[in-house]
């Protein structure tokens, strides 16, 4: 492995670590009341038909 090719792969997963340690300690700030709670499993369809709107 080249030099150059060592130190994008290490600068890289530097970068996606902080970046997943950044999202934790937001996560951990925002202080929910439910941690299972995500987007990704919020059921958008629930509720589409409110009365009055």
Not at 4 to 18: G, H, K, M, Y
Not at 26 to 33: C, E
């Amino acid at each position: 492995m080249a030099p150059i090719d060592l130190i994008s792969t290490l600068v890289s997963d530097e970068l996606a670590c902080r970046s997943k340690r950044l999202l934790e300690r937001h996560h951990q700030q925002a202080q929910f009341r439910d941690n299972d709670n995500r987007l990704d499993n919020f059921d958008f369809q629930f509720n589409l038909l409110q009365p009055g709107r």
